[in-house]
């Protein structure tokens, strides 16, 4: 069983940062790739960003670009979604979603392709 857990959503004020943290844990499970995912109340799941490990690929929601970047350490499991210039339209549930494999790149938006996700974290934007 894979265990996911993300930790570190908050309140911030507009144009505030925030870093989120996915830990995985379980039996053995090497990520080649990571999806995080938002849901706001009353809406869908939403891609947000997806890292491709092994091939070196990021795809970013245009909502997001050139704001929030993923990053890695491997010793600790974790994945990291750092977001900076938070926004009014940020705030939600935010979800890790890591994948064993690799996926096709029309896929990765789709948050039925992935089978592990955590229970999420809540980000507030507010003044």
């Known amino acids: 069983q894979v265990q996911v857990a993300e930790s570190g959503g908050g309140l911030v004020q507009p144009g505030g940062s925030l870093r989120l943290s996915c830990r995985t844990s379980?039996?053995?499970?090497?990520?080649?790739?990571v999806a995080w995912f938002r849901q706001a109340p009353g809406k869908e799941r939403e891609f947000v960003i997806y890292?491709?490990?092994?091939?070196?690929?990021?795809y970013y929601a245009d909502s997001v670009k050139g704001r929030f970047t993923i990053s890695r350490d491997n010793a600790e499991n974790t994945v990291y979604l750092q977001m900076n210039s938070l926004q009014p339209e940020d705030p939600a549930v935010y979800y890790c979603?890591?994948?064993?494999?690799?996926?096709?790149?029309?896929?990765?938006?789709?948050?039925?392709?992935?089978?592990?996700w955590g229970q999420g974290t809540q980000v507030t934007v507010s003044a």
């Open positions: 979603a890591p994948r064993r494999f690799r996926m096709a790149v029309g896929s990765i938006r789709r948050p039925e392709h992935y089978d592990y």
């Open positions: 379980g039996r053995t499970f090497s990520s080649n790739a």
């Open positions: 890292r491709d490990w092994s091939g070196g690929a990021t």
